[in-house]
């Protein structure tokens, strides 16, 4: 006996609609502090772990009555119940989204969470993404700490469900913005002009300054009127500070910093300060093979020659 069209349409749907792994649509029935009940229209109810329906807040974001989107896991398992998952379903939709998303070249939102070889871990709502340490940022970036926590643009260079690979750009992001900035301040940026941005990377030279799509140097020795170390002793990653425009080559896009022009040179009025012959007290900051340094009040250090520190021995070292 030949089995009718509609008993053959049916099977058909079944063997497509109903295979393990397939997304249906279910509504919330229950709501326990164990579980959620959904009816998918299938032989039984499915019961889905509470945990696979809370944000990342830990809070529960369905109500009973709602419609939600579940994989199948079995149409009927040893018991003969059904299984269904509201993690793979999930986890789908963000696949979905990722290759939609690489597919149009849009950007998606997400949070670096994690270091690792060569690079960073991006999570991407559930899914995993490398981010390579090359493709931070325009610059090479040491710290990420200023990043981490925070919703980030970035564009999916490399996509493979089959594999579960997912690479990342933030670079690219930050490169379409820049341009678009930088043209902008280009136009306005002049010598003298006193600018804010924000410290993004630290060198053992100087810091680079976001100025809003451009980076200007800040030299260590522009950073302080007193002799500075290291620039993390002045400035962190992150920090927003004010600063003057040194010297602005056009035609290179290279803008030097300066930190300490903002206040007043204290050398100015030393003169008046302290005549020549004064006698004062110091305290010595530094000792090196050709005298000592002596600092006479906050960031005045003066140089006590080796020549000068004996009246009979003039090759005396500092120390």
């Known amino acids: 006996m030949t089995e009718s069209f509609a008993e053959l349409f049916e099977e058909s749907l079944s063997s497509t609609q109903l295979r393990s792994g397939a ?3 279910g509504t919330v029935l229950d709501i326990t502090s164990e579980a959620v009940i959904v009816n998918a229209g299938l032989k039984s109810e499915g019961v889905i772990p509470r945990d696979q329906f809370l944000n990342h807040h830990g809070e529960i974001e369905v109500e009973i009555g709602d419609q939600v989107e579940v994989a199948l896991d079995a149409v009927e398992d040893g018991f003969g119940a059904t299984r269904l998952s509201r993690e793979k379903a999930k986890r789908d939709q963000a696949w979905k ?8 070249e849009e950007t998606v939102i997400g949070r670096i969470n994690g270091k690792v070889k060569g690079g960073f871990t991006v999570e991407l709502n559930d899914i995993r993404a490398f981010l390579p340490g090359s493709l931070v940022d325009v610059r090479p970036v040491r710290d990420t700490a200023y990043l981490e926590g925070k919703d980030l643009e970035f564009k999916v260079i490399k996509l493979d469900r089959r594999r579960n690979n997912v ?37 053992d030279y100087g810091a680079f300054v ?3 799509g451009i980076d200007g140097l800040l030299h260590i ?15 962190e990653i992150g920090d927003e500070i004010n600063v003057k425009i040194l010297k602005f080559d056009r035609e290179r896009n290279r803008v030097s910093l300066g930190l300490k022009q903002m206040g007043d040179d204290p050398w100015v009025a030393l003169a008046r300060r302290y005549p ?36 009979t021995n003039k090759n005396v070292h500092p120390s």
């Not at 989204?97 to 149009?104: G, N």
């Not at 820049?178 to 600018?195: A, M, V």
């Not at 110091?282 to 340094?293: M, S």
């Open 23 to 25: 997304i249906i649509i």
């Open 97 to 104: 989204v990722l290759e939609k998303a690489h597919e149009a």
């Open 167 to 203: 690479v990342v750009s933030r670079r690219a992001v930050v490169e379409q913005e820049y341009s678009e900035e930088r043209d902008k301040l280009l136009e306005n940026l002049q010598e003298g002009q006193e600018i804010k941005g924000v410290v993004k990377n630290l060198t």
């Open 210 to 212: 976001d100025l809003g």
């Open 221 to 235: 020795t522009d950073m302080a009127w007193k002799r500075v170390k290291h620039p993390s002793e002045v400035v």
């Open 276 to 311: 020549e012959g004064t006698r004062l007290f110091g305290k010595v900051t530094n000792i090196a093979d050709y005298g000592c340094f002596v600092e006479i009040e906050e960031g005045v250090e003066g140089l006590v020659h080796v020549s000068e520190m004996d009246w």
